[in-house]
């Protein structure tokens, strides 16, 4: 398994899940940009599961060099790979975390993504899972960088999917909704609306076992959004979301 973003809540419980089944990898590659807080994490799965992981040091943020990840190969990516951007009144015209928020959620992880699709199309054989956002379904006012990055992500899973069909790769598309983690701490959730990590990893892992091809971890963020959708632009423009 090849995990990008393996500092994620939502990865880590995802890896738990599928170990707790009983799968084992040779080796579980966990690409992160702080590799020491991922080594925690490898501490763990060694004593609970008795897994082996290594730990690659990869940030997005930097000039992207695939020639350190030639070795690496594996029939499933989980992709959690994140940057909400600062929340601050000047972020929206700060260009160096708007640059973030565009390479970290999409420009650059595309091209990581692409590295390992072609190797799954060239054995004919693998499953891209990707956390996506809501956030990418219609721009609005407190978050349409990071959900203009979440919308071009989600337009390219779709087009990865179309491709990769015939070559027998699966492509999932994540969409969590309000997950309680780090990345979102502070923000006032609506508890109702608010899944747990492990509730994502449970509704992920029986949609990738399903081959499901979109996944709203929380149903009820599929009729949310379908509302969100369809507000006419002249009402929607007015408010407050």
Known sequence: MIVLGANSEIAQAFVERILAEGKRYS?????????????????????????????VHFDLLKEVSFEKLDYISSDLLFCAT??????????????????????????KLITLINYFAQKMETKRAGTIIVLSSVAGERGRQSNFIYGSAKAGLTAYLSGLRNY??????????VKPGFVATKMTEGLPLNPKLTASPKQAADCIY????????????????????????????????????
């Open 82 to 107: 994140g940057f909400l951007g600062e929340d601050s009144e000047n972020a929206l015209y700060n260009l160096k975390n708007t640059e973030s928020i565009i390479n970290i959620n999409y420009a």
């Open 164 to 173: 990769l069909f015939s070559k027998k790769v699966h492509v999932l598309t």
């Open 27 to 55: 080796t579980i590659f966990l690409l992160t940009s702080n590799p020491e807080i991922t080594e925690r994490f490898v501490k763990h799965i060694d004593v609970k599961y008795l897994q082996h992981c290594e730990v």
């Open 206 to 241: 029986k949609a990738y076992k399903n081959k499901k091809n979109v996944v709203y971890v929380l149903p009820i963020w599929f009729f949310i959004m379908a509302i969100i959708r369809n507000i006419p632009e002249f009402i929607f423009k007015k408010l407050k979301l």
